[in-house]
């Protein structure tokens, strides 16, 4: 049986997921291109729709709220998690969407 | 360059020749492991004539060893023809297997026949090293000593004297001649180290006298360290393999005794029992002890001991210090801190170069340098000195600022509050998610995944250039290539890929970013510590008669 904690760590996963559309309140609509956990905290890739150039390298905190990350050596790592990420679940984002 | 550079350098010249390998042949392990795809082994392989072992996996690192040694093998073989085939396609050969008993040779090679057999045997090796051109001098030398025996059969004298006598007959350069009497000096040196760093092998009790005495024998036969490494490295090592350990035996030795006085300086052990030294009083206390050593000797052995921003502080010491009574000398060595892009050394060195003789004698100095032949970055040191001038400038001003450094001081606090701007704008900024959504229809869906794959590219390309150091617009066209994996079976990657000609470098743009910042960073979380390490260390500084004297002169 499942404890309160981890039923709400579900539910919290379920909120983030590979194609997910996110509206930031500065307006800008951003797609999850990427999502990696390492020691329970989850990160994302986010990618302007209109613009991809622009990308925000964050750390999911829960409810709604995204914190940019600003630690060089876990930028370092996260670019490379992120990597295998897509690498993986790239083709199976691609065969699920079309 | 060392065998790793040599071996990156391999990996990033393999990455960019997408011919070969792309980045869809590389797979990242678990453990972060680079694997490389059999398929793409066996190009590399045939295309640098390169045996695999069967079933074995290969990582990125070990295709750069591979191309590594065969590069090296390729080169000693060039240099080497005491291989039995070597007489093989000997073309002097009879068609009945003898060898002729005088192979026709000009007039001129008869003559050197009849001189000192040395002679003749360094004209050989000279003359079969040209035609397997180019060739290293150091190599060459190397095996000129080996192969004649030098020191055992024969001295290092009478080989300079045989040397001496083919370069008169034009064989070799001075060049040749001068690489020789380097590495004999040093060989001969080093072995001088060596015996001295036997006869105290035992002795536990060290003092300042012991490393002095060493020090001081280095210093009197001018021991280049550095040049001797290399002179091994670029030689065949395999041939020559007692040569760089002799010399690792000795260096490691004298490292291993400074090492250990100077620890004991900074944990208060031995002779400074109770008396850890810290801050500026560590730093004169090594000057004091072995000041006779130079940098390149010194910093990598303090850099055992000391944590990292004790060492940054430990250099910009020991450059004020040993500099102090030429200013021009220690904004020379600022520039050369400048290459190792330590910034955040360049800015302690300056802080105190102000601190010191005043801005305006720093200012002044900048200009004189201006007006002679160094070449240096002037901007850069102007800029450093406006931008630690103006933190120097918390203080109240005891007079009225002129117009010109008004001026220079909204300058640099529009530099500052960009900076700090971008420290914002890059820093823990926090957003608020406002609307949630998921793809719908087909037309929105095939957009997300033409962003998810310009993410890829992106991402993919970042690492390139943050981890093997690959050129960002290679990376990105190397990448882009690679995403043509994704495209489904129903659908050509044309239809999914962003619509953009300029996809390449948009990809590349994104790359250099995200390294970039990484870059940018670092420096900067550096530099907030050193800041918080400084305020800690002028306490100390003041604490010092010596600069207080120094003060007091300014």
Known sequence: MKTQTEKKGDEEDSMVEHGDIWTLEDGNKYVVASIVTMNDRKFVYLIQKTDYKNYIIGEYLGEDDLEEVDDPDLLETLIVKFNEDLKDKLPKIIEQYL | ?554
């Open chain 2, 1 to 554: 360059m060392t065998e790793q550079e040599q071996i990156n350098e391999g990996i990033r010249e393999l990455l960019q020749n997408q011919s070969l390998i792309t980045q869809a042949d590389i797979e990242i392990l678990d453990n972060g492991v680079y694997r490389v795809k059999p398929d793409a082994m066996e190009r590399v392989a045939k295309a640098y004539n390169i045996s695999l072992e069967d079933g074995k996996e290969y990582s990125l690192s070990d295709v750069g060893r591979l191309l590594y040694e065969e590069k090296k093998r390729k080169e000693e073989a060039t240099l080497d023809v005491s291989k039995p085939d070597a007489t093989v396609t000997d073309p002097s050969i009879t068609e009945d297997g003898s060898k002729p008993s005088s192979t026709p040779v000009d007039d001129e090679e008869d003559e050197f026949e009849k001189t000192d057999p040395i002679v003749e045997k360094i004209r050989n090796i000279v003359k079969d090293a040209k035609k397997n051109a180019p060739y290293f001098v150091n190599s060459l030398v190397a095996r000129i000593m080996k192969e004649c025996g030098a020191p055992k059969e024969i001295t290092y004298e009478e080989l300079g004297d045989a040397l001496q006598q083919v370069h008169q007959e034009g064989l070799i350069s001075q060049n040749v001649l001068e690489t020789y009497v380097r590495l004999v000096n040093e060989l001969q040196i080093a072995r001088i180290c060596n015996e001295l760093g036997k006869q105290y092998e035992n002795d536990d009790e060290l003092t300042s006298k012991l490393s002095k005495e060493l020090a001081i024998t280095r210093l009197k036969y001018r021991l280049d360290m550095t040049t001797v490494r290399d002179g091994f490295r670029i030689s065949n090592p395999g041939k020559t393999r007692e040569l760089p350990m002799l010399w690792l035996e000795c260096n490691e030795q004298i490292s291993w005794m400074v090492g250990k006085f100077i620890a004991d300086m900074y944990e208060g052990r031995g002779k400074y029992e109770g008396h850890s030294l810290r801050g500026s009083l560590f730093t004169k206390e090594v000057l004091k002890q072995f000041g006779y050593l130079n940098s390149d000797e010194l910093f990598p052995i303090v850099s055992l001991i000391l944590p990292e921003m004790e060492m940054k502080k430990f250099k910009a010491h020991v450059c004020l210090l040993r500099e102090e009574k030429n200013l021009a000398n220690t904004l020379i060595r600022h520039a050369e801190y400048k290459d190792s892009a330590d910034t955040v050394m360049q800015d302690y060195v300056m802080k105190t170069l102000i601190e010191t003789y005043g801005v305006e004698a720093v200012g002044a100095t900048i200009n004189h340098l201006k007006q002679s032949k160094l070449v240096l970055p002037y901007d850069d040191l102007e800029r450093a000195l406006a931008s630690m001038y103006y933190k120097g400038q918390k203080q109240p001003r005891q007079s009225s600022p002129s117009e010109e450094e008004s001026e220079l001081d909204q300058d640099v606090d529009q530099q500052r509050k960009n900076r700090q701007s971008a420290t914002n704008r890059r820093g823990k900024k926090k957003h608020k998610i406002t609307k949630r959504e998921k793809a719908i229809s087909s037309l929105e869906k095939k957009s997300v995944i033409s962003l998810m794959i310009a993410a890829a590219g992106c991402v993919s390309a970042a690492t390139l250039v943050t981890v093997f150091g690959v050129n960002p617009i290679v990376a990105a066209k190397n990448c882009v290539a690679s995403l043509a994996s994704f495209a489904a079976a129903n659908i050509s990657l044309q239809q999914i890929l962003p619509a953009s000609k300029d996809f390449i470098k948009i990809v590349a743009s994104v790359a250099t970013s995200v390294a970039g910042t990484i870059s940018w960073l670092r420096t900067n979380s550096a530099k907030k510590r050193l800041e918080e390490e400084l305020e800690d260390e002028e306490e100390d500084l003041l604490e010092d008669p010596d600069r207080k004297e120094r003060g007091r002169r300014r």
